[in-house]
């Protein structure tokens, strides 16, 4: 997490070095106590009148976390800063977002509503949140930056630069990504290709039912918001290469790639020794060691320049629609 911070960092620095005169980007620093009673307390250095940016992405242990967050905006408000940004490359929680189910919490809208309402948080981004409607627990609204660009001109330039489209496709997992998802394949020029399932539980063992589209002999990107487990996505691979299919690549935004049943090492091995060819994800959750164990098959995607040029916008006032364009990636 402090490496993201630091890459932000320098990124924010970058694009504010031009109004150097107005404003001076420094690194805040916070420091947390534990008392033997294991109650924390989180000090921060001096943010009078200043804008502060807090960047908070989900990471192990994920519940100590949020209370350390609240713990640290509890602590920003008391020092009266000019006003607060909370940044989320990938927000705590955010799964866990309807009632489905009789008796369970519902922490990805009680998460908005306590830094709304105990912590008077007014300005959240959300970096492609596991469904957009999540922004609207915020009030006001959330911010909604997509990473989706940044796969999409991947693509175009390490694999279409030598595969031709035609060779291609670009693949559906489910009938949610294929409705989010919908412009990639004509902003590529690359035929869809659709994986129909059922799913009866929260697993991810869901039962494919029908594959549809050309895929035999192509190139095949699955396209998708995270992975998580990847046992999803190896069946998928599997499938696709039962069909013929050239190869299979994976590109997910969020590479959360946790298993409670598994070890991370056991984690990355099942990966790297599935059907699936390449693993493209950014970092917007921290990989730490994740990639020492992949064995070369994870390609990574630095978020920062994208969270960077966020930030400055949020800053600044300027819209944020522009980085919405699947070409946007030029724009910083």
Known sequence: MEDLAEQVEAELRKRLSIYSNIFAVE?????????????????????????????????????????????????????????????????????????????????????????????NVRRVMLLEPHDPHIKQ????????VPALPM????IRKEYLSIYKPEDCAVVFADSSAAKRFEEVPSSLGIEPAYIYKS????????TVKVVTGNVKDKHCFIVDDEILT????????????????????MLAVHGVLLDQKLTTQELMSKLA????????????????????????????????????????????????????????????
């Open 137 to 144: 627990y915020f009030v006001p609204t959330a911010d909604e």
């Open 27 to 119: 690194a805040g620093r916070h420091t947390i106590s534990t008392f033997s009673n294991q109650n924390m307390e989180v000090q921060v250095d001096n943010v009078r009148d200043h804008v502060v940016v807090v960047l908070h992405t989900q990471t192990p242990p994920v519940s100590d976390h949020i209370v350390e967050l609240l713990a640290l905006l509890d602590a920003i408000n008391n020092a009266h800063p000019r006003q607060t940004f909370v940044v989320f490359p990938y927000m705590p929680y955010s799964r866990s977002d309807r009632k489905n189910r009789p008796r369970i919490s519902v922490m990805g809208q009680r998460l908005p509503e306590i830094l709304n309402k105990v912590l």
């Open 230 to 249: 990847g046992n999803t996505v190896l069946k998928d691979a599997a499938i696709l290469k039962e069909r013929g299919a050239g190869s299979v690549r």
């Open 151 to 154: 796969l999409v001109d991947y």
């Open 199 to 206: 799913r009866t539980d929260h697993s991810e063992s869901p």
């Open 273 to 332: 020794e599935s059907p699936v060819d390449e693993f493209v994800v950014t970092d917007s959750v921290p990989l730490m060691d994740k990639l020492d164990y992949s064995n070369g098959k994870i390609k990574v995607i630095r978020i920062a320049p994208l969270l960077g040029e966020t930030c400055k916008r949020l800053i600044l006032g300027e819209s944020l629609s522009e980085l919405h364009r699947l070409e946007a990636e030029s724009a910083f």
